[in-house]
């Protein structure tokens, strides 16, 4: 089902219960008149029958319905309003009130709700026992799972620069907390609150069944309790238990219902899957040329959607053995899609619509997943934008390089892949010794050396890395840049560098591509493109690098 | 004339002193450079300018345009902040009307503040009823700068104003900081990593590693003829094409 099949399917069916508790009271009579004509089945003036006391069971039903409905209503807002208290505002107050709070929803999660909610109801004597009371003891043993939640997502919020920005412009606290941060937390708040009806609805007719429900008033809880004890069942008076039961299960269907479609349109990960087509759509027929280890040839890449959009357009270039190629652009100019597309990492809704990748003889869009398997990381390998932070933090380094040799070259003999682990991080400048360590024990440089390793392990042709230092300070990265280098130097591999930093593709590569709105608009040699620029695009983007040691003032 | 003096400051978090004894003083006028690379603890300069985090200990006093010092229930009309990522700063389920009228309000100006404010970073005034999701990253952070000048403020701290822009817009960003800067007589201290556009857009720079200000002074002095071991690495480690190609440079 779709998600708006689902909101759809929800909101009729809670639409309609509502309806039947708001309305129905009215036309249905006085549901406690009693008749002598007990028992008797549906049909003729009791369109649902009699209960044993000659009541009509439809005038039961919506009464109790509406019933029902008020205590989960009265229910929903209480906990809301206390969950919203104790996570929102202990969370954004921070300290000991934070904690505070925080211990005390703990303290009410671990406590077993419905024994509490049956020990409390007993505890206060029937005939003070009414539909406020009942409630409040409901809200109190349901809100402390939803502060809990709310003050996760709270914790995240008040650390969020807009909130800073308004308590620096002089906002009050409470103003921080209603304008700023709780219109982000409405579709939490939402889901909480409907999630919070339904229990209510329920334990409200676990505690009526119970005999410990509110004296003043009838619920659909207490229907079911007066058929148990008019042996309903046992007399097969089915049209007595039956429609309250069912109203209490389509009430609650329908609230999960909707409460699913809440969770789908605040996670962008449940929300509808792009159509799936194959991930490349047509190809045109390979060029070959000689030294080239990579050639991409008119290559397209689009997203398909309700709007197209052309990512990569009828781009050409070919990386020579041993090459460090740039490729500079600013975001969305595509670059990083050119690289997945190259990789076939690219997925739906982005297509290659024409166009050829080869590399040393491969026609890469024409390999099978198996393939596929055994090209990637064997022959071309990849370091991704901010890959420091994809190392599994529960594993030590050497789990997760062993795991690449283990996975593409099974035959390796166990000490065989511990030498192979120790020589490439000495390679790129890490100390074998710790293989042993977790990746928080190594800093960002090294983590992000330590991915340069693992993309170096299988003696890779081709390495392509997307802004491998963007998220590394000047120092690290200068020290990565001349690792990059020397290993370029050392073992011949080539490098396709993606970034937007200019400066540092014209001191590390041998040609560079700049890339606009998924073309590229020049491609020359570093020193060509550095000393005698042709496109505006390529001016502007030089332009924009003041240089450290240039005239001052030039810029103004 | 407005001054913000900063004495000794420190931070300590954790007992790691994040900040130890800087000293600095922002004028009218003036545009001051604090450098260095992430973790050196400039940005929690910042933060304890625009009164974020509490320092551990030290000064920070503020002299208002009359000369007298500035109350601390006044300190937030003439001290403002810019964010690093306008993404962030933004809060998206407002308008840019709302960001920058409540400022406006809470300073005792008006509303109709609002399309003036917009005018000087260069947008049109219809841009007050979008919201943040509708603007590109240089809009939103033109708005996050109307906004810090919204209460009138006269000290303005910028931490990375233009790291997470996209670099063809950079300059035009700083260049816009720099006018209202010189047209406004404001204080501005420019929190970056970039030594190149410190150098360019900042009259004294003063580079921090690991909490300390290891070097300071005229920003051609620092950069150019950096005498500190750790400025000099900084400054060898950008990537300078001049180098490979032979070119210029006084290296």
Redesign the interface.
């Known amino acids: 089902m779709t998600r708006s099949a689902k909101l759809t399917t929800g909101l009729v069916l809670a639409g309609l219960i509502v309806l039947f508790g708001l309305i129905g009271p009215l036309l249905t009579g006085d549901p406690a008149t009693i008749r002598d004509i007990g028992l008797i089945p549906p049909g003729g003036d009791h369109l649902l029958g009699t209960t044993i006391t000659g009541q009509d069971v439809l005038a039961q039903l919506t009464h109790a319905t509406r019933g029902s409905l008020w205590i989960g209503l009265l229910v929903g807002v209480m906990a809301t309003v206390l969950s919203g208290v104790f996570g929102i505002v202990g969370a954004y107050a921070g300290g000991v009130v934070d904690e505070v709070f925080s211990l005390f929803s703990n303290v009410m999660l671990v406590i077993p709700g419905l024994p509490l909610v049956i020990v409390v109801a007993g505890f206060v004597p029937a005939d003070q026992r009414g539909t406020w009371t009942i409630s409040l003891v409901l809200a109190i043993t349901g809100w402390a799972a939803a502060a809990r939640v709310l003050r996760a997502q709270t914790l995240s919020l008040r650390n969020?620069?807009?909130v800073?920005?308004?308590?620096?412009?002089?906002?009050k606290t409470w103003r921080v907390i209603c304008?700023?941060i709780l219109?982000?937390l409405l579709p939490i708040l939402a889901s909480q609150f409907v999630f919070a009806v339904v229990l209510a609805i329920l334990s409200e007719a676990g505690l009526s069944f119970l005999g410990l429900g509110a004296a003043d008033s009838s619920t659909l809880g207490t229907m079911l309790y007066y058929a148990q004890n008019g042996f309903a069942l046992q007399r097969e008076a089915w049209w007595w238990f039956v429609p309250p039961g069912l109203i209490i299960a389509l009430f609650g269907g329908a609230l999960a219902l909707i409460n699913f479609s809440i969770d789908e349109i605040i996670n962008p990960a449940l929300r509808d899957k792009a159509r799936r087509r194959g991930d490349v759509v047509a190809t045109t027929p390979v060029v070959e040329s000689g030294d080239a280890v990579l050639t991409v040839h008119d290559l397209n890449v689009v997203y398909q959607g309700a709007s197209p959009v052309h990512a990569v357009k009828d781009v050409s270039l070919t990386l020579r053995r041993g090459e460090i190629l740039g490729l500079a652009g600013?975001?969305g100019c595509g670059k990083t899609t050119l690289a997945y597309a190259i990789n076939r990492l690219h997925r739906p809704p982005a297509e290659v619509t024409s166009g050829s990748v080869v590399f040393d003889g491969i026609d890469v869009l024409a390999l099978d997943p198996e393939e596929l398997r055994r090209f990637r990381w064997v022959r071309l390998s990849m370091v991704f934008q901010g890959a420091m932070n994809s190392l599994n933090p529960v594993t030590p380094i050497r789990a997760q390089l062993q795991d690449v040799l283990r996975t593409h070259r099974p035959s390796m003999s166990s000490s065989d892949r511990e030498d192979r682990c120790a020589e490439v991080l000495r390679l790129v400048g890490v100390d074998p010794a710790r293989l042993g360590s977790y990746p928080h024990e190594l800093s960002g440089g090294m983590r992000q050396r330590v991915m340069i390793a693992m993309a170096l392990l299988l003696e890779p042709q081709v390495m392509i890395m997307d802004e491998p230092t963007t998220a590394l300070?000047?120092?690290v990265?200068?020290e990565i840049?001349n690792e990059i280098k020397r290993l370029r130097d050392e073992l011949r591999f080539a490098v396709v560098f993606i970034t937007?930093?200019?400066?540092?593709l014209?001191?590390?590569s041998d040609r560079i591509a700049v890339m606009r709105d998924g073309e590229v608009v020049e491609y020359a040699t570093?020193?060509e493109i550095?000393?005698r620029p042709q496109h505006p695009y390529t001016r502007?983007?030089l332009?924009?690098?003041?240089?450290?040691?240039g005239e001052?003032?030039?810029?103004? | 004339m407005t001054a913000l003096e900063v004495r000794d400051l420190c931070k300590t978090f954790h007992r790691h002193r994040a900040v130890d004894g800087v000293s600095f003083t922002l004028t009218a006028g003036r545009t001051v450079a604090l450098v260095g690379a992430s973790g050196s603890g400039k940005s929690t300069v910042a933060r304890m300018i625009a009164r974020l985090v509490r320092p551990t200990s030290g000064e920070i006093t503020l002299t208002g345009p009359d000369g007298s010092p500035v109350p601390d229930r006044a300190y937030r009309d003439h001290v403002q902040m810019i964010f690093q990522d306008p993404f962030a700063s933004l809060n998206p389920f407002h308008t840019v009307e709302h960001h920058l009228a409540r400022p406006l309000l809470l300073h005792g100006r008006s509303r109709a503040e609002v399309p003036h404010l917009l005018e000087r970073v260069s947008l049109s005034p219809d841009f007050a009823r979008r919201r943040p999701h509708e603007l590109s990253g240089g809009q939103r952070q033109r708005v996050a700068i109307a906004r810090a000048l919204a209460p009138g403020a006269k000290v303005i701290v910028a931490d990375e104003p233009v790291s997470m822009l996209d670099v063809s817009i950079r300059l035009g960003v700083l260049k816009l900081l720099d006018r209202l800067q010189r047209e406004e007589d404001l204080a501005v201290l420019y929190i970056t990593h970039d030594l190149a556009t410190a150098r360019h857009f900042s009259d004294e720079v003063l580079v921090m590693h690991q909490g300390r200000v290891v070097e300071r002074g005229p920003s051609d002095d620092v950069l150019l003829r950096p005498q500190d071991p750790y400025t000099r690495r900084l400054a060898a480690a950008a990537p300078n094409p001049d180098t490979r190609f032979h070119l210029g440079g006084s290296s």
């Open positions: 969020r620069d807009y800073a920005a308004a308590r620096v412009s002089g906002e304008v700023e219109p982000n600013e975001s300070d000047v120092l990265q200068r840049l937007h930093d200019l400066p540092l014209l001191e590390l570093a020193e550095y000393l502007r983007l332009a924009s690098f003041p240089s450290l040691t001052r003032g030039a810029l103004l």
